[in-house]
T-cell receptor, first 113, second 115 residues
Framework: AQSVTQPDIHITVSEGASLELRCNYSYGATPYLFWYVQSPGQGLQLLLKYFSGDTLVQGIKGFEAEFKRSQSSFNLRKPSVHWSDAAEYFCAVGGYYGQNFVFGPGTRLSVLP | DTAVSQTPKYLVTQMGNDKSIKCEQNLGHDTMYWYKQDSKKFLKIMFSYNNKELIINETVPNRFSPKSPDKAHLNLHINSLELGDSAVYFC??????????????FGPGTRLLVL
């Protein structure tokens, strides 16, 4: 069965520091991979997605993620974190009609001034 | 011009009551979903509809009944509400893209509190 793990439950970084959030997946076919962000009290916003092609994908708000098939990973990165990036981040793996759409448990990001 | 909208945003009710949550999308998508997010932020799919037909029905109590009057709307009706139903419910919609993958777009959520 497909699954997504996000090893870090909570990460704290200082504003201006770089960020990497880890995501590992288990999926029987070519995965479609996503990162979503949920600000406090808000819905989920799509940051970026990988379907095929270039394994380094760019997203909104200065985020990027790299798909590494050999490591079954899709880690999210940002070179310089802003205080407004404090939120919950979810990695997800999907397929057609949402049948295989599975979210990871989320990583909460705190940003120190 | 909200893409996926849900009403109400907050819902506080007593145990045993029946309530409905409405969802509408103006993206022209064929598929809509309901997710439940528990207190630990874990997201789990409940239902999926494609062109008004039920595609996915996860292990959800039959007190929960989705209704799709047309492909732009997917409502969730909950009978005999229980304390454990307290959660945030998200509606989402999606369309298969040219690359074959499907991107889901989420509504703002409905925060349900059962007392």
């Amino acid at each position: 069965a497909q699954s997504v793990t996000q090893p870090d439950i909570h990460i704290t970084v200082s504003e201006g520091a770089s960020l990497e959030l880890r995501c590992n997946y288990s999926y029987g076919a070519t995965p479609y991979l996503f990162w979503y962000v949920q600000s406090p009290g808000q819905g989920l916003q799509l940051l970026l997605k990988y379907f095929s092609g270039d394994t380094l994908v760019q997203g909104i708000k200065g985020f990027e993620a790299e798909f590494k098939r050999s490591q079954s990973s899709f880690n999210l990165r940002k070179p310089s974190v802003h205080w407004s990036d404090a939120a919950e981040y979810f990695c997800a793996v999907g397929g057609y009609y949402g049948q295989n759409f599975v979210f990871g448990p989320g990583t909460r990001l705190s940003v120190l001034p | 011009d909200t893409a996926v909208s849900q009403t109400p945003k907050y819902l506080v009710t007593q145990m045993g009551n029946d309530k409905s949550i409405k969802c509408e999308q103006n993206l022209g998508h064929d598929t809509m979903y309901w997710y439940k997010q528990d207190s630990k932020k874990f997201l789990k799919i409940m239902f999926s509809y494609n062109n008004k037909e039920l595609i996915i029905n996860e292990t959800v109590p039959n007190r929960f009944s989705p209704k799709s009057p047309d492909k732009a709307h997917l409502n969730l009706h909950i009978n005999s509400l229980e304390l454990g139903d307290s959660a945030v419910y998200f509606c989402a919609s999606s369309q298969v893209g040219v690359q074959g993958g499907e991107t889901q777009y989420f509504g703002p959520g409905t925060r349900l509190l059962v007392l």
